[in-house]
């Protein structure tokens, strides 16, 4: 039997924004920044009931009141941020640095909103600046972290997840990037190990337990996988990366019928899963449907056209079909988009 691809995820957590809290109001005669201080206060309780629209009026109106209230400013730059005003929301997070430019948590805020925008050069030089000011802000060396990883940058965002750790060390988030950190460099045991404390400091972590999941089957540790993703699965019904890396679990242990039981589920929700689809498809193959699994390849590969595993795999069940020019266009296709297996084949 021909070898097959199957593609799990591992994922990478965050947090958001840290709002600015409530204050006293001020006790001084100026009535106008006591109004504002008011005014101020309303919007960050309608934020924290959902409210965004309320709170961005409040936040305008109590900045009205009191036009150097460089707090109200900084939260409505995060109101305007949540809305997608990522222009305004720059504005209002300048106008805090132009005026404060030691306020660690704007720079915070702002490297955020480019990480979001993916200016992640931008982001990395704003969260170094909001930990030059203020060495011990956990946030800015984790969402450091995060930019580095995603720019596969892994041995720094290593240390920033490390440094983030030393500063709070019973943040989870940051026990679970690290462990992917460490997965990407190839220390398995270890990015484990991490995994395992994050669930143990939030047992509510269910990308973690998904992470762990996809790490036993990197690991060949098949049972041990489906534990940890059914554990993701009931704690998120219808996690669909929990779902599709289950179903990559019960194929390696030749559970077919779970297999597609867990894939089908993912594809009644989201048709266009080329992930799903072409992982189907590979199930198919092990239980000799070679035409089924060819189709679910196709339908892979019309939802996302550079999906090079999907043509490898179409290939190999095209070849079990006889169909030897098809096998070999698939197999160059594959190729092209860099799947370097498909060169075995040709």
């Not at 309303?42 to 924290?48: A, D, K, V």
């Not at 009205?64 to 941020?81: D, H, L, T």
């Amino acid at each position: 039997m021909q070898n097959y691809f199957l593609i799990f995820f591992l994922t990478i957590v965050q947090s958001g924004f840290v709002f600015a809290q409530q204050t006293d109001t001020v006790r001084i005669g100026n009535q106008n920044a006591m109004k504002a201080e008011k005014l101020y206060n309303q919007g960050i309780s309608y934020y924290e009931q959902g409210d965004v629209k309320r709170s961005l009026e409040l936040f305008n109106a109590s900045i009205r009141e009191n036009p150097n209230f460089y707090r109200a400013y900084y939260n409505r730059g995060v109101v305007k941020f949540e809305t997608d005003d990522f222009i305004g929301a720059v504005v209002d997070f300048d106008k805090v640095i132009e005026e404060l430019p030691d306020f660690s948590m704007a720079y915070l805020a702002k490297g955020i909103l480019h990480r979001e925008q993916e200016k992640f050069e931008e982001a990395i030089a704003d969260f170094s600046e909001a930990i030059s000011r203020k060495d011990n802000l956990y946030m800015a060396y984790y969402y450091r972290g995060i930019t580095y990883f995603e720019t596969n940058e892994y041995a720094k965002a290593l240390g920033d997840f490390t440094r983030t750790i030393e500063i709070k060390p019973d943040f989870a988030y940051a026990y679970n990037d690290r462990g992917s950190t460490l997965r990407k460099m190839g220390e398995l045991q270890a990015a484990l190990s991490d995994y395992q404390q994050a669930v143990f400091l939030d047992n509510t972590m269910y990308l973690t337990f998904n992470n762990m999941g996809s790490l036993r089957i990197e690991l060949e540790q098949y049972n041990e996988a489906v534990e940890y993703l059914t554990t993701a699965i009931k704690l998120q019904p219808g996690y669909n990366n929990a779902l599709n890396n289950r179903a990559i679990a019960y194929t390696n242990l030749e559970r077919f019928e779970e297999a597609l039981s867990d894939l089908n589920e993912v594809i009644q929700k989201d048709p266009a899963n080329a992930v799903a689809l072409t992982n189907r498809g590979i199930v198919k193959y092990r239980m000799n449907d070679f035409d089924g699994a060819a189709a679910d390849h196709t339908l892979a590969i019309e939802n996302n056209p550079r999906m090079g595993d999907a043509f490898l795999n179409r290939g190999i069940a095209r070849e079990m079909m006889r169909d030897q020019k098809g096998a070999r266009q698939d197999w160059i296709r594959a190729y092209e988009l860099g799947v370097k297996k498909a060169k075995d084949y040709l």
